[in-house]
C-alpha cells in the first residue's frame, strides 16, 4: 500500500518536496516516536503514508482516524490507522488507550494530525487538540516531533506538496511542564516550524528541497504531443516541464 500511495502522488503532484534544512528523526533512534503535524488537506494521509514507509520502514507505523472517515475508507485500516470518535469524551478515551499501547514499544511512530480537522495552513493559532500533550504523561521515552505539512502550485500543471520535520523534544522534558503548558510548547515548535517551511515555499526555489517523489511534467495530450514533434524536428531532447533550467518558459 504504500508503494501505491506513492505512485499516487506521482501521478497527482509535480513533485513531494522536503527542505535541505529538515532532520527527520533518525530511524534507529531508541525509542518510540510521536510525529505530530497541522492538517491542510486530505492529501495529508497520503503524504504520511509515503513519509512513513520511506524513512520508518522498520518501524510500526500508526495514526489515528476520524471513525466516521475511517467507515468511508477502509484501506486505511489496512494500513495502520485506528478509529477515534473525534467529538466525544469516550473518543478522547479510546485514543489515549490506544496511544499508551502502541508506545509502550520503542519500534513504534505514531503519526498525528493535531489539529483534528482540516485547517488552512495560515490560520494562527493552529489550535492543536490537548491529547497529544497528554502522550507525554503516558510514554515519557517517547520523542515529539514537528510534521510541517503545506501545498501550493508553482510553475507546472501539477501542485507540489511539501514536508518538513523540525526539531524533536524528549517526552520526559516536555512531561516535566505543566499539561497547559506542555500544549503550548508543542504548537510553537510546529508553528515555527510551518512558518520555516512557508518562507522556502514563498521562494518558488527549487534547490532549497529535495524531491522525495517527482511526479510527471508538462500539460499532457494533444499539446505536450505537438511539443514533443517541435522539439524533435528541431534536434532537441523533448523536455516537458513548464520551465527548463534557464528559467525561461519550454516551448
Not at 503514508?49 to 520508518?56: F, T
Request: net charge positive; with cysteine; glycine share 8%.
Amino acid at each position: 500500500m504504500e508503494a501505491w500511495f506513492e505512485r499516487y502522488l506521482h501521478r497527482h503532484f509535480d513533485a513531494l518536496r522536503m527542505p535541505l534544512w529538515s532532520e527527520p528523526p533518525a530511524p534507529n533512534h531508541p525509542g518510540p516516536l510521536v510525529i505530530y503535524c497541522n492538517h491542510p488537506a486530505w492529501w495529508d494521509a497520503a503524504v504520511v503514508i509515503v513519509l512513513s514507509g520511506r524513512l520508518y520502514p522498520q518501524r510500526e507505523n500508526r495514526a489515528p482516524f476520524d471513525a466516521a472517515m475511517l467507515a468511508r475508507y477502509r484501506v486505511f485500516e489496512r494500513i495502520g490507522a485506528f478509529g477515534v470518535d473525534l467529538d466525544s469524551p469516550r473518543g478522547a478515551a479510546q485514543f489515549l488507550a490506544a496511544a499508551r499501547a502502541i508506545l509502550a514499544r520503542a519500534d513504534t511512530a505514531l503519526w498525528i494530525t493535531a489539529q483534528g480537522r482540516f485547517v488552512d495552513v495560515r490560520v494562527r493559532p493552529l489550535g492543536l487538540r490537548p491529547g497529544v500533550a497528554r502522550l507525554a504523561e503516558l510514554a515519557p521515552d517517547t520523542l515529539f516531533v514537528p510534521l510541517a505539512l503545506e501545498y501550493a502550485f508553482w510553475d507546472e500543471r501539477g501542485a507540489e506538496a511539501f514536508a518538513a520535520f523540525g526539531p524533536g523534544i524528549p517526552g520526559a522534558e516536555l512531561a516535566a511542564l505543566p499539561r497547559a503548558d506542555r500544549l503550548a510548547r508543542l504548537e510553537a515548535d510546529l508553528t515555527a516550524t510551518l512558518d520555516r517551511l512557508s518562507a522556502d515555499v514563498i521562494s518558488r526555489e527549487p534547490e532549497r528541497f529535495r524531491a522525495l517523489v517527482a511526479g510527471r511534467k508538462g500539460v499532457g495530450g494533444v499539446y505536450d504531443l505537438w511539443r514533443r514533434l517541435a522539439a524533435r524536428l528541431a534536434g532537441r531532447r523533448f523536455d516537458p516541464a513548464h520551465h527548463v533550467g534557464d528559467g525561461q518558459p519550454g516551448r
